[in-house]
Nanobody, 133 residues
Framework: EVQLVESGGGLVQSGGSLRLSCAGS??????????IGWYRQAPGKEREGLSC????????YYDDSVKGRFTTSSDSAKNTVYLQMNSLTPEDTADYYC????????????????????????WGRGTRVTVRG
């Protein structure tokens, strides 16, 4: 069973930064076979995709809402994907999730990982980020 565990959330002041981590594990889980994305869900809103990274090639895709502020990266030695979040505002307050999809399911179209949530096969339980103005 593949598991993803997020960490790194917390309370930060507006303009501050946080780095989230998403650690993958489980039998049959080969980190480099997956594309891993970050998503968030604010109270009363739908879950939205933020970024994805193909862990084997390091290719990334970002939603425009976070492009230039958030950066995703991966460390295959640690089976971990990161989301560095800078210049945070209260509008970034949400529960943040990571999720994984086998890279070959995307057909080279990384945007599907961000915008088509039905492709995601494994989800973490989330970590809460609160930004105070």
């Amino acid at each position: 069973e593949v598991q993803l565990v997020e960490s790194g959330g917390g309370l930060v002041q507006s303009g501050g930064s946080l780095r989230l981590s998403c650690a993958g594990s489980g039998s049959g889980f080969t980190f480099e076979d997956y594309t891993i994305g970050w998503y968030r869900q604010a109270p009363g809103k739908e879950r939205e995709g933020l970024s994805c990274i193909s862990t084997s090639e390091g290719l990334t895709y970002y939603d425009d809402s976070v492009k230039g502020r958030f950066t995703t990266s991966s460390d295959s030695a640690k089976n971990t994907v990161y989301l560095q979040m800078n210049s945070l505002t209260p509008e970034d307050t949400a529960d943040y999730y990571c999720a994984a999809v086998p890279t070959d399911r995307l057909g080279g179209q990384l945007w599907k990982c961000v915008y088509t949530l039905r492709y995601l096969e494994v989800w973490g339980r989330g970590t809460r980020v609160t930004v105070r103005g």
